[in-house]
């Protein structure tokens, strides 16, 4: 057992684990098959403001957790720069997650010119209040109006439907010129010393088998060919489930593990989630840490180490952020994940994706 390893299994028996969690951990461990905790944690903070998000920081800075903040052009001030400066005092790595609520909230072929703007402005801001920044976080997704209109669109209108909004913004020149605006940005972080992160949807992932960006088109979230630091894939199974119209086990979050450890070596995160409630366009999600305690062990035991968990939000709502952590950071079971539905959603993005190809 390693130091991390021995902490872990003090601050479970402090007590504030759920039982189903801490029977995983500690009987997976009994009988020999179990990985130790994950290498690298981290949480999402999306709409806590940063005073409530504050009083969490001990909590963070005891299992070793970054936090991944929700940043806005309006949240640029002195409270977010003190609040920055206090949490590496108190030993808490923070990751600016940019966001433009105004330009379709996440990162796309429709904004990304915005963003790199946001991002310069972000690190002059930075610069101007004495804070170190080392990370930026950039999330891929459809404009929050697009995502909608999808989500209406096939609960209306059915998969065809959908496939039809889909094809009408396949645009390959604009597609091409955001991903190089935002290769641009990448190279320009790099030469200040930034690194950048970038998040994308689990379809990405399958879109990336044949080499083309058929489904990165399609979906306005160019993620290949720009030279990020570190790459996350959201396997948010409450919410997939609720979009997709079926049930998803831990071996969804497996078979995406693998591929990205496959992919991005030494550079794949799996983001689990999501916790109760909150989110733009997320579902009610777990209720029982024993759900995020079994998708750490799925993404261990597929060979990815780092994972974060979407959210702080949630996390306050359902239990306190120590009872969440603490089932993510525990030693985690090793187990096969066959999981023949998950294989049969990656199918069918696959054939999607096989659906776009020039003849």
């Known amino acids: 057992m390693n130091a991390r390893s021995g902490r872990i299994f003090r601050l479970i028996g402090a007590g504030r684990?759920?039982?189903?969690?801490?029977?995983?951990?500690?009987?997976?461990?009994a009988?020999?098959?179990?990985?130790?905790?994950?290498?690298?944690?981290?949480?999402?903070?999306?709409?806590l403001p940063v005073a409530e998000v504050r009083d969490h920081l001990p909590t963070l800075a005891r299992y070793e957790a970054d936090l991944y903040l929700a940043v806005r052009a309006d949240d640029l001030d002195d409270e977010l720069a003190a609040f920055l400066t206090d949490a590496r005092a108190a030993g808490v790595a923070v990751r600016p997650w940019l966001q433009l609520p105004d330009a379709g909230v996440w990162v796309n072929e429709d904004n990304a010119e915005a963003f790199a703007a946001f991002a310069l402005a972000f690190l002059e801001w930075a610069a101007t209040h004495g804070v170190l920044v080392e990370w930026l976080i950039f999330d891929l997704e459809p404009s929050f109006s697009y995502a909608e209109q999808l989500r209406t669109t096939s609960a209306e209108g059915g998969i065809g439907a959908a496939l039809d909004l889909l094809t009408t913004h396949r645009d390959a020149e604009r597609f091409e010129a955001a991903r190089q605006a935002l290769q641009e940005l990448v190279d320009r972080?790099?030469?200040?010393?930034?690194?950048a992160m970038g998040v994308t949807l689990p379809w990405t992932i399958d879109d990336l088998a044949d080499g083309d960006p058929d489904?990165?088109?399609?979906?306005?979230?160019?993620?290949?060919?720009?030279?990020?630091?570190?790459v996350s894939v959201m396997v948010y199974r409450p919410a997939f489930s609720d979009l997709l119209g079926v049930p998803l086990r831990p071996g969804y979050v497996a078979r995406?593990?693998?591929?990205m450890a496959q992919r991005f070596p030494g550079r794949a995160q799996v983001a689990i989630g999501n916790i109760s409630t909150p989110g733009l366009l997320l579902p009610s999600g777990y209720t029982d840490p024993v759900e995020v305690a079994l998708d750490v062990s799925a993404a261990r035991s597929a060979g990815v180490d780092n994972v974060s968990l979407y959210s702080l939000d949630g996390m306050v709502l359902a239990g306190g952020t120590e009872v969440w952590l603490a089932a993510a950071a525990a030693p985690t079971v090793t187990f096969s994940y066959p999981d023949p539905m998950a294989a049969l959603v990656r199918w069918v993005f696959a054939g999607l994706d096989r659906s776009q190809d020039t003849p």
């Open 31 to 47: 009988m020999g098959c179990w990985n130790d905790p994950v290498g690298s944690l981290a949480v999402w903070s999306e709409f």
């Open 189 to 195: 972080l790099h030469t200040s010393g930034v690194r």
């Open 17 to 29: 684990l759920v039982g189903a969690a801490t029977s995983i951990a500690l009987s997976g461990a």
């Open 256 to 259: 995406y593990a693998e591929s």
């Open 215 to 230: 489904l990165q088109d399609l979906f306005d979230t160019p993620l290949a060919g720009i030279d990020w630091d570190q």
